[in-house]
């Protein structure tokens, strides 16, 4: 069943182990996610969520809740007689992980009153019988959040309603800093300025008048092509791992003419390409400097 999404999930493990990374991940790929919700309130949600056309669910569960190990078995086996194709994944990791886990974020392990250490042994021997029932057992010990979400991804595949990755074109000016967020930067300060043209410099990139006056310039248009194209080779790429924006940038000197025409044309071409596109000028409202 890899790569096909679930008709419905619920999703269980060891606290610490990554079972909130994991549900983003569902998130991500279009599965509508409840988190920790009383064990009877489950079937009535299984009965009346995932219809058609509504996205497949996933159901938190796990020791926060009351007499969760007792009383789970029994649950799951009601669950999966009355919904076929229904899974049950249990995310684990090695104790040392889920130490470290804890040590580093401090936050307390449901059973708080135990040392850490101790917790994890307890809470993993009690749902010993709960990961035999499962379909699927998740590792996260050696894994970042974003290669947890890409093991998602294979093992349990996309809904038609997964998220998009949404590309960012954006516009900067290098005297105002870098934009902390980007992945691909372009430095255009090489192209002619429309500053230093006195009918020009009051005039943004996205002017008509502006855009007319560069794209006559001497290689503009080549850069353009030629900045489409290397998007066009790479966004697949990011989009293959799972990425949920990727912010593209123009930098010129202030940011008002050279970055804000060419963000505008990328944007234009892959909005035509038929990926999601933003579009953003950060710098180019700025007051003009003499």
């Known amino acids: 069943m890899s790569g096909q999404a679930a008709r419905g999930l619920v999703l269980t493990g060891l606290s610490g182990a990554g079972k909130s990374i994991v549900s983003r991940c569902f998130e991500d790929l279009g599965y509508r996610c409840v988190d920790n919700l009383p064990l009877d309130l489950v079937e009535p949600l299984f009965e009346h969520g995932g219809k058609s056309g509504e996205p497949p669910l996933v159901v938190v569960l796990d020791v926060r809740t009351a007499g969760f190990a007792r009383t789970f078995p029994g649950l799951i086996a009601r669950l999966r007689e009355r919904y076929a194709g229904l899974r049950l994944v249990f995310v684990e990791a090695s104790t040392d992980a889920i130490v470290r886990r804890f040590s580093e974020t401090r936050r307390p392990h449901p059973y708080r009153k135990l040392p850490v250490r101790e917790a994890v042994l307890h809470e993993r021997e009690e749902l010993a019988v709960v990961r035999e029932l499962a379909d699927d057992v998740l590792d ?47 430095d255009v300060r090489y192209v002619a300025n429309p500053h230093f043209v006195a009918e020009l410099r009051p005039r943004p990139g996205d002017d008509p008048l502006v855009r007319d006056w ?77």
């Open 140 to 186: 996260t010990s050696g894994l970042t959040p974003h290669e947890l979400r890409a093991a998602v991804a294979e093992r349990f595949g996309t809904t038609r309603m997964a998220l998009p990755m949404v590309v960012r074109c954006e516009s900067f000016g290098f005297r105002y800093g870098l934009p902390p967020d980007a992945n691909l930067v372009f």
């Open 214 to 290: 560069l794209s006559r310039q001497e290689g503009v248009e080549d850069s353009v092509r030629r900045f489409c194209e290397l998007c066009d080779a790479l966004l697949p790429h990011y989009r293959r791992e799972h990425k949920s924006y990727l912010v593209v940038a123009f930098g010129c000197t202030g940011g008002r003419h050279r970055s804000v025409f060419f963000a505008e044309r990328l944007a234009e071409h892959l909005t035509r390409g038929g990926w999601v596109v933003s579009l953003n000028h950060r710098d180019r409202d700025r007051e003009p400097v003499g």
